[in-house]
């Protein structure tokens, strides 16, 4: 069982920045990939991006060239440094863990621990 921590989400202006920070505990398998979905209102949760224990990365289309992933395989925590913030990036933030080395496909969700999520608000 492996439990996740987010922190990092709250207010923001149009065109700011915001960085959230996911750490997990428990029973942590050396391969793995960790990352982000979000839920917007209304909306299904979605594939923001996530990371392979190896590095590889996958963006949403939506985010690219704005958000970047990293993680800190010696803590177990993976990050998401989000820029040039837009009102529709304004979503509740869950921080995501699974097994293996595959890039989840963004269909559809992965078997694995969920956060319990982090607000982001992006408004004037």
């Known amino acids: 069982q492996v439990q996740l921590v987010e922190s990092g989400g709250g207010l923001v202006q149009p065109g700011g920045s915001l960085k959230l920070s996911c750490a997990a505990s428990?029973?942590?398998?050396?391969?793995?990939?960790m990352g982000w979905y979000r839920q917007a209102p209304g909306k299904q949760r979605d594939l923001v991006a996530v990371?392979?224990?190896?590095?590889?990365?996958n963006y949403a289309d939506s985010v690219k060239g704005r958000f970047t992933i990293s993680r800190d395989n010696g803590k177990n925590t993976v990050y998401l440094q989000m820029n040039s913030l837009k009102p529709e990036d304004t979503a509740v933030y869950y921080c995501?863990?699974?097994?293996?080395?595959?890039?989840?496909?963004?269909?559809?969700?992965?078997?694995?621990?969920w956060g319990q999520g982090t607000q982001v608000t992006v408004s004037s």
């Open positions: 995501m863990f699974t097994i293996g080395d595959s890039i989840p496909s963004p269909s559809r969700e992965p078997l694995g621990s």
């Open positions: 428990g029973t942590i398998f050396s391969i793995n990939v």
């Open positions: 990371i392979t224990s190896g590095g590889r990365t």
